[in-house]
Nanobody, 125 residues
Framework: VQLQASGGGLVQAGGSLRLSCAASGRTFSRYSMAWFRQAPGKEREFVTVIRGSSNIIYYAESVKGRFTMSRDNAKNTIYLQMNSLKPEDTAIYYC???????????????????WGQGTQVTVSS
């Protein structure tokens, strides 16, 4: 699976952005798809995931209620709608995919075998 993320940019606090991640491959619907982010000087952190088997979505507490994950299997694409953005949301956002994630490790970056190139999100105060 190859992943291509897009949609990042510069936005003022309180604004919105929508990220997209297009995937190659015919078995897209089977993959759990996630977004991670990495701010300068910080470790990569989990943002959200949608499971391939059930389409159940999990969010990090820091984005719950503001970010919405979705997927379109017909287009092999996932989306991250980000509302009420805060300066602390500034980071490079990466999409990731795995066919083998289990629930107890689905928030860990090491569970993912395929990564997109990242897209920069900058939120100004």
């Amino acid at each position: 699976v190859q992943l291509q993320a897009s949609g990042g940019g510069l936005v003022q606090a309180g604004g919105s952005l929508r990220l997209s991640c297009a995937a190659s491959g015919r078995t897209f619907s089977r993959y759990s798809m996630a977004w991670f982010r990495q701010a300068p000087g910080k470790e990569r952190e989990f943002v959200t995931v949608i499971r391939g088997s059930s389409n159940i979505i999990y969010y990090a507490e820091s984005v719950k209620g503001r970010f919405t994950m979705s997927r379109d299997n017909a287009k092999n694409t996932i989306y991250l709608q980000m509302n009420s953005l805060k300066p602390e949301d500034t980071a490079i956002y990466y999409c990731a995919a795995t066919a083998t994630a289990i629930l107890c490790t689905i928030r860990e970056s090491t569970s993912y075998h395929h990564w997109g190139q990242g897209t920069q999100v900058t939120v100004s105060s």
